[in-house]
């Protein structure tokens, strides 16, 4: 009599794209074992949607951009599959991970959701230190059993109802193209941080805004060793600090925003 076999799992790979060229290509290379490439654009300006669209292996969907967990929210709901990978746009899945993502997947006692510690790179060349070495964050997980809670729209946080796990292999991140790109990047996300601080009523406050931003610098780049990353690591503990000095100076233009509108309402 024939064993008894669990059918084989089936996987759906999720990522959201802004203007992604030069990233994009590498991401979806490396998730071709996936069942399902399901891609969620905010309405790129770049080629990076037309590339999707003419992607033979790739589910494009365009949706507004709201915020991070906003739009990762959307796209964990058009899944198809239970299990899902869910990457950003910059991270490539090698072919050691791969092997062990099917495998984990596949294991009757598999968890619930893994985490995935990553491995920096720098315009292509690995970026060993600069706070980054300790970093890990969820992306595979069961739908059924995990939902991106709404209390941060950057940095999104995932909430899961059972048992997680680390994957030994890393995934690797490719962060940095040029300044330009990873300034820009910075940027936005600090500006969306101080949205989340705006809405949670957290006030503008200038010794936080002076103090943060050096502190931040000062904690990358000496106590996690970003000085032994040479000009790279000066590079990107400059403009991580410079996302942190950001974040202070959005929340303070949408006070005063918000102080104006008062008083124009104001009888």
Excluded at 106 to 128: G, S, T, V
Excluded at 145 to 168: C, M, N, P, R, Y
Excluded at 173 to 183: A, G, T, V
Excluded at 239 to 253: D, Q, S, T
């Amino acid at each position: 009599m024939a064993e008894l076999r669990t059918p084989k799992q089936k996987i759906s790979a999720l990522v959201i794209t802004y203007n992604e060229m030069g990233y994009i290509e590498k991401c979806i290379d490396s998730v071709s074992f996936a069942d399902e490439i399901l891609v969620v654009d905010s309405y790129s300006t770049d080629g990076t949607y037309e590339y999707l669209l003419n992607h033979p292996k790739v589910k494009v969907i365009q949706n507004p951009f709201e915020n991070f967990t906003a739009q990762k929210s959307f796209t964990l709901k058009q899944a198809a599959n239970d299990w899902v990978l869910f990457l950003d746009a910059d991270e490539v899945v090698t072919e050691s991970l791969q092997k062990e993502i099917l495998a984990t997947i596949n294991n009757p006692d598999a968890h619930e959701a893994y985490w995935f510690y990553r491995k920096f790179m720098f315009q292509n060349e690995p970026l060993n230190f600069s706070g980054w070495q300790t970093d890990k964050n969820y992306r595979l997980f069961r739908k059924s059993k995990a939902h991106f809670t709404d209390q941060k729209i950057v940095h999104e946080t995932l909430v899961v109802d059972g048992k997680s796990g680390i994957l030994k292999e890393k995934l690797t991140h490719f962060c940095y193209k040029n300044y330009e790109d990873y300034k820009g990047k910075m940027l936005k996300y600090g500006q969306l941080k101080a949205k989340e601080d705006f809405y949670k009523e957290k006030h503008f406050n200038y010794v936080l805004m002076t103090v943060k931003p050096v502190w931040k610098f000062f904690n990358h780049y000496i106590l996690r060793l970003g000085i032994l990353d040479g000009k790279k690591g000066w590079s990107i503990c400059y403009l991580n600090a410079l996302g942190v000095l950001e974040r202070f100076r959005e929340l303070k233009r949408l006070e005063k925003k918000n102080e104006l509108a008062y008083y124009l309402v104001m009888p």
